[in-house]
């Protein structure tokens, strides 16, 4: 057992307090690491500006919202001076930033000014930017610094996919600094259920409804297996999905699923909260993602611990952990779905291997152990 440190988180937004989600999967990280250790969460944009205190750790609030330009700077400098103010009261091991844009600048900088190591984690499209879709923080040539400056000044940088991986390596983190830490979900809220009913199959998608979500391929898988039911190719009956999510493309999706012939074929929850989930996915027999992008895909370790098998675009885990290979192609899709829906013997099968995934890999025991044994090491 390693001694307890004193760890700067630096993110963009936290919660409140515990009912808060702002971002369910780094609020469940740094409740756990305060167990062991003494937490302090700095976050930069949201909430508003404050000290909240909850979960046995600390939360000081920049309150920066959506402002940009010149006051990006001033807000900064006020984080730096919020850091070093906390490090002279009671002197920190280490900082560890979520994302690799401005919180990993705020943290590398106040890093050089401490004398302290950084782990820096991507958690999103920090290295990537898709024109068509207008997704990605490489879209910029300031962002592009920002990111740049942050990987080389960090002391370690963390993925949580393989395919993260990938992409930082193609940017030239050397290998000897990149660590495998997938963020974890607890596997005893998000766990099986019995399965449902073999009379209605259903796919379900937590995702918001934005372009690089591309629920467009979503829509055209269900349509392909809605055509080979009606030409009687396979023996599955007729496939709901539940799309919970929401966002800017709600209407246009709506438009394009009446258009396919699906309306009565889909359910819209809209934006499902954080406590509710765990009772969603076990309305589900399989998981599909259909995203351009995902740096890890938090929703696909949810659907595992609760016992679905699931599928989809070669992102994020998917190379890993998908029931059948991955791919962004939808007749393979479509073909992926209906034959696991028409064995199901097999179909058991997967459920315990996909629960198993969840329980042996991304439990957050096991996810918090590895940044623990990763702070180890930049501070040893």
């Known amino acids: 057992m390693s001694h307890p440190l004193r760890i700067a988180l630096i993110l963009p937004g936290f919660s409140r307090d515990a009912d ?13 690491l305060a167990q062991a250790h003494d937490v302090t969460v700095f976050s930069l944009r949201y909430p508003a500006a404050g000290i909240y205190r909850f979960g046995g750790l600390t939360h000081v609030a920049l309150g920066g919202g959506q402002r940009g330009g010149l006051y990006s700077l001033r807000l900064w400098q006020r984080a730096v001076r919020a850091i070093m103010q906390a490090h002279r009261q009671r002197p920190f091991h280490l900082l560890h930033a979520f994302w690799v844009d401005e919180p990993g600048l705020t943290a590398v900088l106040a890093a050089a000014l401490i004398k302290r190591p950084v782990v820096a984690s991507i958690g999103g499209g920090e290295l990537v930017y898709f024109p068509d879709l207008n997704y990605g923080t490489q879209a910029t040539r300031l962002r592009r ?45 998000f766990r099986p ?13 937590a995702a918001s409804l934005i372009p690089v979500k591309e629920q467009v391929l979503l829509l055209d898988v269900m349509r392909r297996i809605k055509t080979a039911n009606a030409k009687r190719l396979r023996a599955v009956p007729p496939i709901h999905l539940i799309l919970a999510g929401d966002g800017p493309l709600k209407d246009d999706l709506q438009q394009l699923a009446r258009q396919y012939g699906l309306a009565e074929n889909i359910t819209w929850p809209g934006k499902v909260a954080y406590p509710a989930m765990p009772g969603l996915y076990p309305q589900a027999h399989l998981y599909l993602q259909t995203s ?33 290979p991955a791919t962004n192609d939808p007749a393979t899709l479509a073909a ?45």
Request: contains cysteine; positive net charge.
């Open 20 to 32: 808060h989600w702002a971002i369910p999967a780094l609020q469940n990280l740094a409740v756990h």
């Open 336 to 380: 992926q779905i209906m034959d696991i829906l028409a064995d199901q013997k097999g179909y058991e099968q997967l459920r315990e291997k996909a629960r198993a995934t969840a329980v042996n890999h991304y439990s957050l025991p096991h996810t918090t152990t590895a940044f623990n044994r990763i702070y180890q090491t930049v501070i040893g």
């Open 292 to 324: 351009r992008h995902e740096s890890q895909g938090v929703a696909v370790v949810e659907a595992l611990a609760c016992g679905l098998p699931v599928l989809g675009t070669a992102v994020g885990l998917l190379p890993t952990t998908a029931a059948r």
């Open 145 to 189: 610094t920002i990111i740049r400056v942050a990987l080389n000044r960090a002391t370690a940088v963390t993925a949580g996919s393989l395919y993260q991986l990938a992409q930082c390596r193609a940017h030239g983190v050397p290998a000897e600094r990149l660590h495998l830490a997938p963020l974890g979900v607890d596997t005893d809220l």
């Open 193 to 205: 259920r019995p399965t449902p009913d073999w009379a209605r199959p259903t796919l379900i998608q």
